[in-house]
């Protein structure tokens, strides 16, 4: 994780809530962060249901193949990695990474502690990281870098390469409507 630049990531996620009105009217730490809750929970319901990312089949039909074409991308995202665990992992950080953009956070400070562990099930490691958003122990901008660590150390247990699903969610969320069709 010391070598991605989550303030770069942060900059393009902001960017594009902005550009998608998430931000043309003001609202609370605490509702962003509820959202960033939901996502949580959306991934333990992709768990419960056994939804995982199908990159091979994503990177065959879309990657290996030409041409390279929004409306493919889309399709071949909505197949095989939409609402899946690494999906919703993707969303919460990426709500995350709004947060900060919106309040100017700087990122890119790693905890050494993890509250996430391989001896966890997903859905204990999930409510560890919920009670440390829940808990405000630290600053919202050391909580907002704390649980970022936290889903990346959680995608790692799970052996997802966050850092790329990532990548593919935020160019999936470029395609979008308008507050990606929903009221906020």
């Known amino acids: 994780m010391e070598n991605i630049n989550l303030n770069e990531l ?10 998608y009105g998430f931000h043309d009217k003001e609202l609370s730490n605490e509702h962003l962060l509820c959202l960033v809750i939901s996502e949580l929970m959306e991934a333990v319901e992709a768990d419960r249901k056994g939804k ?8 065959s039909s879309y990657e290996d193949e030409e041409p390279h074409d929004d409306v493919n ?5 909505e197949k095989y990695i939409k609402d899946t665990i690494s999906d919703e992992l993707s969303d919460a950080v990426i709500r995350l990474l709004d947060l900060a953009g919106l309040r100017n956070f700087n990122l890119n400070r790693f905890s050494p502690v993890d ?13 560890a990281i919920v009670k440390e958003i829940i808990d405000r122990k630290y600053s919202l901008e050391e909580q907002v870098n704390y649980v970022i660590t936290q889903v990346f150390a959680l995608a790692n247990i799970l052996g997802v390469d966050l850092l790329w699903h990532i990548n593919q ?16």
């Open 169 to 184: 969610k935020m160019r999936y969320n470029e395609l979008r409507p308008m507050l990606n069709g929903k009221r906020y």
């Open 52 to 59: 995982r990312a199908d990159r091979e089949s994503f990177k």
């Open 10 to 19: 942060r900059d393009r996620a902001y960017k594009t809530a902005c550009e």
């Open 115 to 127: 509250v996430v562990s391989r001896e966890k099930t997903f859905t204990e490691n999930i409510y």
């Open 73 to 77: 991308f889309k399709y071949c995202f």
